[in-house]
């Protein structure tokens, strides 16, 4: 039996964990349906994460995914921060607004004791994490609770590592993709390969169930990734227009134009390169620069910029997190979207 049989999915289709355009809904709505919803939790409170993993475990719907991130806490670099806010200081002067006297970024924390005592409470079927795995003592504790532990590789020596290091399944995340990039051994973007790619030099090194994340917008892709070898796939942008996503007014105007098709790596945004839709500030300023304060610091002096031109409908210094394929995003319900997915790729 294979792993997804095992944890009673249906279909091997995985929602993406998105933080910022999703909450308990969509992951309910996937897993209704017989995909495998995922919970973002590195942005929550321990009390948004108790209350949302509640809804989860209490629907008694089947097997939910809970993502965390594992990157190293790294203190604040005052210099940097300050450089960071002399740069922007011609965008504030702009929106008549003034710089933000804190700067730390909105809470981005990494896996933690805290989270893993919450893991053994409510015992979610999967554990996903992004950026390497946690300690060995943390990432026992999720083991021990039950949960099946997938984490994202991008480059084939990532693979390798998280096979060795206690990967129940890999996450191929090819270059397509939207959002963070998951890279932890190396930062050189250069190694940095498209899903297809990865996903058959991956297969080629492990015997670990494999997924494929990046690009994957329809059956059609879908049924490529299964034919290739993949056990699953794993799909983010063509959920965000769906009803049951928090993805904001501006965000899904932008996902229907045709500036929508222009996507680049960023690391303005939060400090660490994510794929989103090119927009103002990208054009400016980057898209990548040295002046980014380090992940995740760099978005705390935007926070204020962002919200001033949101106010007056200008989306040029949001972070329009979107993988290179956009063609899949409708606004239907997430059920619908995962029906039409199953029969195009021949899984009903």
């Not at 989860?56 to 203190?75: A, D, K």
């Not at 989270?115 to 300690?135: D, I, N």
């Not at 190694?191 to 080629?204: E, G, K, P, R, V």
Request: proline letters at 7%; charged letters at 15%; one cysteine or more.
């Amino acid at each position: 039996m294979s792993l997804f049989a095992e944890l009673g999915m249906r279909y091997p289709i995985i929602q993406a964990p998105m933080a910022g355009v999703q909450g308990s809904e969509l992951a309910l709505a996937v897993t209704r349906v017989g995909g495998l919803g995922s919970l973002p939790a590195a942005m929550l409170t321990s009390a948004e994460l108790r209350s949302k993993l509640g809804r989860l475990t209490q629907s008694g719907l089947g097997p939910f995914n809970i993502n965390f991130f594992c990157h190293r806490q790294r203190e604040p670099d005052p210099v940097a921060l300050a450089s960071w806010q002399q740069r922007l200081a011609p965008y504030y002067a702009e929106f008549g607004i003034l710089p933000p006297t804190v700067t730390t970024a909105p809470s981005r924390a990494p896996f933690n004791e805290d989270h893993a005592a919450m893991v053994a409470e409510f015992r979610p079927a999967v554990v996903s994490f992004h950026f390497g795995l946690p300690a060995p003592e943390l990432l026992a504790q999720v083991k021990a609770a039950g949960a099946k532990v997938l984490a994202s590789a991008t480059t084939v020596a990532e693979a390798v590592w998280l096979a060795q290091h206690g990967a129940d399944a890999i996450i191929a995340q090819g270059l397509e993709a939207g959002g963070h990039r998951g890279h932890f051994l190396s930062d050189d973007l250069a190694l940095q390969q498209s899903t297809l790619t990865l996903l058959a030099q991956i297969l080629a090194v492990t015997d670990l169930p494999v997924i494929a994340a990046g690009g994957i917008v329809d059956g059609k892709g879908i049924a490529n990734a299964l034919a290739m070898g993949a056990s699953a796939v794993q799909m983010g942008t063509a959920f965000l227009c769906c009803h049951e996503a928090t993805t904001s007014v501006l965000h899904r105007a932008a996902l229907h134009s045709p500036q929508g098709q222009q996507t680049a790596l960023t690391n303005l945004f939060s400090g660490r390169p994510a794929r989103g839709i090119v927009n103002r500030l990208m054009k400016e300023l980057g898209p990548l620069s040295d002046l980014a304060p380090h992940f995740p610091y760099a978005s705390g002096a935007l926070a204020p910029l962002r919200t001033a031109a949101e106010k007056v409908g200008d989306c040029g210094f949001s972070p329009l997190w979107a993988g290179q394929n956009v063609s899949g995003c409708w606004d239907l319900p997430a059920c619908e979207l995962m029906a039409c997915w199953v029969k195009e790729a021949g899984l009903g």
